[in-house]
């Protein structure tokens, strides 16, 4: 049988404040682009999936560093599954930041408002797939 884990221990203000500047500052890359994006392309949701890529590379440096660095594994083999599993969980992020935006635009939103609430769904989703399956103490092993 499989055990959970604990996901409330996870959710610890000790680990989710660091995660959360980690967070603010791919964010910062993500919405850098994506303001200059917009107006490169002209398309909110080609900016919104270019810019959040960007952002991607920048949260595994920093989340793997400061705020997972106990739970990065040495082990190359098992270190490239939490670096795909960490991709993985962020291009579920980009998913739902696709749709977010893709329907805010139809429904006329302002791109930065589409960007504002396409930010909070992506962060809450991928917050949790990483302190429940990237980071967790299976992955480290």
Same mark, same amino acid.
Do not use: N
């Given at each position: 049988?499989? $055990? ?60 793997? $560093? ?19 599993? #960490? ?35 992506? #962060? ?10 990237? #980071?967790?103490? $299976?992955?480290?092993?």
């Amino acid at each position: 049988m499989v $055990r959970l884990p604990d996901v409330p221990a996870m959710l610890r203000l000790p680990r989710t404040a660091p995660y959360l500047l980690a967070s603010v500052a791919a964010l910062g890359v993500d919405l850098a682009g994506f303001v200059v994006l917009v107006e490169v392309l002209g398309s909110a949701p080609a900016a919104g999936v270019l810019s959040y890529s960007a952002g991607i590379a920048a949260h595994w440096q920093l989340s793997s $560093r400061l705020v997972w660095a106990d739970r990065v594994s040495r082990e190359p083999a098992q270190r490239i599954v939490q670096m795909s599993l #960490f991709l993985l969980s962020a291009l579920i992020g980009l998913a739902l930041t696709a749709c977010v935006l893709v329907l805010a635009e139809w429904a006329g939103w302002a791109p930065l408002a589409a960007k504002a609430v396409a930010v909070a769904v992506s #962060f809450c989703a991928t917050y949790l797939l990483r302190a429940v399956f990237v #980071f967790s103490d $299976r992955q480290r092993a």
